[in-house]
Antibody, heavy 118, light 108 residues
Framework: EVQLVETGGGLIQPGGSLRLSCAAS????????MSWVRQAPGKGLAFISV???????QYADSVKGRFTISRDNSKNTVFLQMKSLRAEDTAIYYC????????????WGQGTTVTVSS | EIVLTQSPGTLSLSPGERATLSCRAS???????LAWYQQKSGQAPRLLIY???SRATGIPDRFSGSGSGTDFTLTISRLEPEDFAVYYC?????????FGQGTKVEIK
């Protein structure tokens, strides 16, 4: 079964760090574009970061320099390392697969919640 | 960055009615890179339409997409009870994805 499972969310103080994981099953992360998308409470969807099948990465301006996307091919898992967290980073973080580049994110995880608060 | 503006913000309709959702881009979007998603409360988004007009796997044919350039439309021909949700358009351009702010389709 094709599936994504995110873990690692939680309550963190402003300025803190957190690492999210996205474990894939039923397909290889190295053969797809893998993205992180977040949704702040009561708000819409926002692209955060992508790691391409060739390993190159892109980031939204709002997280550039603070967040790092990476993957562990042996574990078929994608990570999002988040540093210098701010209250406005509070959101549900979704991992998503783009099987054919540019043609939509066809598999999504259930999301993991990050709350940045003192 | 290409900005997507969806309208209306909320659409109040009854089951069986037709829903027409609009997505307008601040500059021309390559049609093959325009997608639509459905999100129900408490759930992850689900891909409905990709390439502006192609239905994703398992999506009923009451959902259809159209448009080109800067104007795109998602049409639900006859609303079923399970179609009441929030819908987002998304485009890929300049190596990044952007989403519209969403249209909520609610029961009238």
């Amino acid at each position: 079964e094709v599936q994504l499972v995110e873990t690692g969310g939680g309550l963190i103080q402003p300025g803190g760090s957190l690492r999210l994981s996205c474990a894939a099953s039923g397909f290889l992360v190295t053969s797809n574009y893998m993205s992180w998308v977040r949704q702040a409470p009561g708000k819409g969807l926002a692209f955060i970061s992508v790691i391409y099948n060739d390993g190159n990465t892109q980031y939204a301006d709002s997280v550039k320099g603070r967040f790092t996307i990476s993957r562990d091919n042996s574990k078929n898992t994608v990570f999002l390392q988040m540093k210098s967290l701010r209250a406005e980073d509070t959101a549900i973080y979704y991992c998503a697969r783009e099987n054919i580049p540019g043609l939509g994110m066809d598999v999504w995880g259930q999301g993991t919640t990050v709350t940045v608060s003192s | 960055e290409i900005v997507l503006t969806q309208s209306p913000g909320t659409l109040s309709l009854s089951p069986g009615e037709r829903a027409t959702l609009s997505c307008r881009a601040s500059q021309s979007v390559r049609s093959s890179y325009l997608a639509w998603y459905q999100q129900k409360s408490g759930q992850a988004p689900r891909l409905l339409i990709y390439g502006a007009a192609s239905r994703a796997t398992g999506i009923p044919d009451r959902f259809s997409g159209s448009g080109s350039g800067t104007d795109f439309t998602l049409t639900i021909s006859r609303l079923e009870p399970e179609d009441f949700a929030v819908y987002y358009c998304q485009q890929y351009g300049n190596s990044r994805w952007t989403f519209g702010q969403g249209t909520k389709v609610e029961i009238k």
